[in-house]
C-alpha cells in the first residue's frame, strides 16, 4: 500500500546545477500536484495536473516545469537550480474533485538544498 | 488578494485543556480542509468540510466550518501530548481542480 512516492528524500545541488524530482501514485489519481513548503508558512501550490498529458501553473511555479507522461507519475524539474528553491517539496494526489470528496495525499517530502 | 490566516501560528497548552484554532480567509469558498503534520513528516488528512455549517469529530478535535463568516475553526478537548504537532487549514479555491491555498500552520505544544 504505497500511495504517494517521492524519490529522492534528500538532495543537495550547486547553484546552476539541474535536476528532477519524481513522483509517483498507486491509487489511480486524475489529478497530481506539487508543493513546496518553507519555514513558517504552509504548503504553496507550483505546478499541478489533471490528468495524463495535462500541466498547469500554480501559485508559485517560476523556475520549475512538469511533466506527465503516465497517469501515475508527476516529475517536477529545476533546470537551474537557485538558493531560493531551497526548500521540502511534497507531491500529492487525488481524485477528480468533480466526483469526490476525498482530500489530497501527499507523499513523504523531497528536502532540496542548493548551495 | 486571497488569504487564508490562521491564527494562533503558536499554541502552548497544558495536558487536559481545551483550545480552539481559527482558520479565516478571504473568497469565496465551500470546501474545507484540515491537515496535522508532525516534525519532518508529510501531511496527514484529518477533516473535510464540505458545506456550510458542516461539523465534523474525530476523537479529542471537532472541526467546524462558516462559510458566510468564512470561518473555519478547529477545537481540542482536553489535549493530550500525541495531539502535538503542526495544524494545517487549506481552502479549495478551484473552479476546474483542487486548487487548495493553505494557511500558514498552527504549531501547538502539548505540555504534561
Known amino acids: 500500500n504505497a500511495g504517494v512516492t517521492q524519490t529522492p528524500k534528500f538532495r543537495v545541488l550547486k547553484t546552476g546545477q539541474s535536476m528532477t524530482l519524481l513522483c509517483a501514485q498507486d491509487m489511480n489519481h486524475e489529478y497530481m500536484y506539487w508543493y513546496r513548503q518553507d519555514p513558517g508558512m504552509g504548503l504553496r501550490l507550483i505546478h499541478y495536473s489533471v490528468g495524463e498529458g495535462t500541466t498547469a501553473k500554480g501559485e508559485v511555479p517560476d523556475g520549475y516545469n512538469v511533466s506527465r507522461l503516465k497517469k501515475q507519475n508527476f516529475l517536477l524539474g529545476l533546470e537551474s537550480a537557485a538558493p531560493s528553491q531551497t526548500s521540502v517539496y511534497f507531491c500529492?494526489?487525488?481524485?477528480?474533485?468533480?466526483?469526490?470528496?476525498?482530500?489530497?495525499?501527499f507523499g513523504d517530502g523531497t528536502r532540496l538544498s542548493i548551495l | 488578494e486571497l488569504k487564508v490566516e490562521q491564527n494562533p501560528l503558536f499554541l502552548s497548552m497544558q495536558e487536559g485543556k481545551n483550545y480552539t484554532i481559527y482558520c479565516n480567509y478571504s473568497?469565496?469558498?465551500?470546501?474545507l480542509y484540515w491537515y496535522r503534520q508532525d516534525p519532518g513528516k508529510s501531511l496527514e488528512s484529518l477533516f473535510v468540510l464540505l458545506s456550510n455549517g458542516a461539523v465534523k469529530q474525530e476523537g479529542r478535535l471537532m472541526a467546524s466550518l462558516d462559510t458566510k463568516a468564512r470561518l473555519s475553526t478547529l477545537h481540542i478537548t482536553a489535549a493530550v501530548h500525541d495531539l502535538s504537532a503542526t495544524y494545517f487549514c487549506?481552502?479549495?479555491?478551484?473552479?476546474?481542480?483542487?486548487?487548495?491555498?493553505f494557511g500558514a500552520g498552527t504549531r501547538l505544544t502539548v505540555k504534561p
Open positions: 473568497t469565496t469558498s465551500d470546501r
Open positions: 487549506a481552502v479549495d479555491i478551484g473552479w476546474n481542480n483542487n486548487d487548495m491555498r
Open positions: 500529492a494526489s487525488s481524485y477528480d474533485y468533480r466526483w469526490s470528496n476525498q482530500p489530497q495525499h
